[in-house]
């Protein structure tokens, strides 16, 4: 029998899917008004606040604590689902930048961050663990 642990992970998993397929085939998109960069904005926000729970959920399963969101990527980073942890801790540290996307410039940043970086690791991440399933 699976433990609740395991169930547990695999439930995020099941929500940060949901949220990355709404993402993943913008990746290329060139958003023509504020209005559709910021819901693609919106769209990475949600995947990545339910993957970040599903790692935390992950180790939780794997008996590893952790208290933070920054403690649970480096404890994750040698995990197969982490492709590359710096890029991870990037859009940790800068996840407070969403926040003003009403710049120009922070919303060109954000949209070119997550269509060149972020997205491909969300990628890896989903493929990874999906076969865990």
């Known amino acids: 029998?699976?433990?609740?642990?395991?169930?547990?992970?695999?439930?995020?998993?099941?929500?940060?899917?949901?949220?990355?397929?709404?993402?993943?085939?913008?990746?290329?998109?060139?958003?023509?008004?504020?209005?559709?960069a910021a819901g693609f904005i919106h769209f990475f926000e949600v995947a990545w606040e339910h993957g970040l729970n599903t790692i935390i959920d992950y180790l939780d399963a794997q008996e590893i604590a952790v208290d933070s969101h920054r403690q649970a990527i480096k404890e994750a980073k040698d995990f197969p689902f982490i492709k590359d942890e710096k890029v991870w801790m990037k859009a940790l540290n800068r996840q407070n930048l969403t926040l003003y996307i009403h710049t120009d410039k922070v919303r060109h940043e954000l949209i070119e961050n997550i269509q060149t970086h972020y997205i491909d690791q969300f990628n890896h991440f989903y493929h990874t663990l999906k076969q865990e399933l």
């Open 1 to 36: 029998m699976e433990s609740s642990k395991s169930l547990r992970w695999k439930q995020r998993f099941e929500t940060f899917e949901q949220s990355f397929i709404k993402l993943a085939p913008f990746k290329e998109e060139i958003f023509e008004n504020e209005l559709e």
